[in-house]
């Protein structure tokens, strides 16, 4: 148990709806990354938010925006969703802004677009 | 060229036995390494991290990290059945993190 919470678990969405995913991250950690993990992949680095505010960000488009908030939870946005987006979405909480200490992912979001 | 490349397997160790996973990265200036273990519908779980040239030991898990050849392996000794998983490589690189596809692993009992 990593402390790191995700909701929903799973979802079902029509192409081209809007979704938001949820991410409490573990206590003392400040800094929130999210992952997509299409089936049989590797997790794909999304952004990262420190302190309420992106600071890294992967190859994706920018209908995946997101939000940290005061208490450091954070929010996952995808606009206008395509099938392509089904996948398992994950977030990961650590400390001190940077990648470069211990990660720790929540269960996942699962995905489907339909 | 993908950023980490990883032999996704399968590799099968029978029970007690040294299991062996190998990870190359592209990028010179990668600073951080982290092998994750992922469990089958689960979340990934971080097993241990290395940052310096050399061996890193943590109970049954040992990274071995070299800088020169771009490469990162860990090592699980005395493997068992419930170390069966996808072991996931990830390599920091300025401020982004790259996962390679994983490599699966079964314990034979």
């Known amino acids: 148990e990593t402390g790191v919470t995700q909701s929903p678990t799973h979802l079902i969405k029509t192409r081209g709806q809007q979704v938001t995913l949820r991410c409490s991250s573990q206590?003392?950690?400040?800094?929130v990354s999210w992952y997509q993990q299409a089936l049989g992949q590797g997790p794909q680095f999304i952004f990262q938010?420190?302190?309420?505010?992106?600071?890294g960000r992967g190859n994706f488009p920018p209908r995946f925006s997101g939000l940290q908030f005061p208490n450091y939870s954070s929010e996952l946005n995808v606009n206008a969703l395509e099938l392509d987006d089904s996948a398992l979405y994950l977030c990961?909480?650590?400390?001190?802004?940077?990648?470069?200490?211990?990660?720790?992912f929540g269960q996942g979001t699962r995905l489907t677009v339909v | 060229q993908k950023e980490v490349e990883q032999n996704s397997g399968p590799l099968s160790v029978p029970e007690g036995a040294i299991a062996s996973l190998n990870c190359t990265y592209s990028?010179?200036?990668?600073?951080?390494f982290f092998w994750y273990r992922q469990y089958s519908g689960k979340s990934p779980e971080l097993i241990m991290f290395?940052?310096?040239?050399g061996d890193k030991e943590d109970g049954r898990f040992t990274a071995q990290l070299n800088k020169a050849s771009q490469y990162v392996s860990l090592l699980i000794r005395d493997s068992q059945p419930s170390d069966s998983a996808t072991y996931l490589c990830?390599?920091?690189?300025?401020?982004?993190?790259?996962f390679g596809t994983g490599t699966s692993l079964t314990v034979i009992p």
């Open positions: 990961a909480s650590s400390s001190g802004g940077t990648l470069n200490t211990e990660a720790f």
């Open positions: 206590s003392g950690h400040n800094t």
């Open positions: 938010y420190y302190r309420e505010e992106e600071n």
């Open positions: 990028d010179r200036g990668s600073q951080s």
């Open positions: 290395i940052y310096s040239n």
């Open positions: 990830a390599v920091l690189t300025g401020n982004q993190f790259y």
